[in-house]
């Protein structure tokens, strides 16, 4: 399987950027989608994620108001939407999918987010 991730760049400060995920080479709706960030020197922390079928979303604290995460199951893929964008959210954002029968994860090769004026 394979994860592809896009859309990440540089934005200033108050503006926005929309991820995108394409999953291949699994069954999309069996998989939970989540994204994560990581800077360099620190642990990957957890974004926001999304379940299959109900699609119930989870916000890490820091991003709640700002980003929201939808997903197309149509399309394999997994969005998130980031507003109101600050220093602090730069970092490389990782998309995860992780089996709903195996809990096996799949991991992309991120995507760098560097906000700054």
């Known amino acids: 399987a394979q994860l592809v991730e896009s859309g ?8 926005s950027l929309r991820l995108s995920c394409v999953a291949s080479e699994l069954t999309f ?12 020197g620190k642990e990957r922390d957890k ?3 999304i379940t299959n079928f109900l699609g119930t979303t ?9 980003f929201t995460i939808s997903r197309d ?4 893929t997994v969005y998130l939407q980031m507003n ?5 959210d730069t ?12 809990s096996y994860e799949y991991w992309g ?9």
């Open 47 to 49: 974004v926001a994620s």
């Open 84 to 88: 109101s964008l600050k220093p602090e």
């Open 58 to 66: 989870y916000y890490a604290d820091s991003v709640k108001g700002r």
């Open 73 to 76: 199951d149509g399309k394999n």
């Open 29 to 40: 709706t069996n998989y939970h989608m989540s994204w994560y960030r990581q800077v360099p």
């Open 91 to 102: 970092a490389v954002y990782y998309c995860n999918a992780r089996s709903v029968l195996t």
């Open 109 to 117: 090769q991120g995507t760098q987010v560097t906000v700054s004026s």
């Open 8 to 15: 990440g760049g540089l934005v200033q400060p108050g503006g």
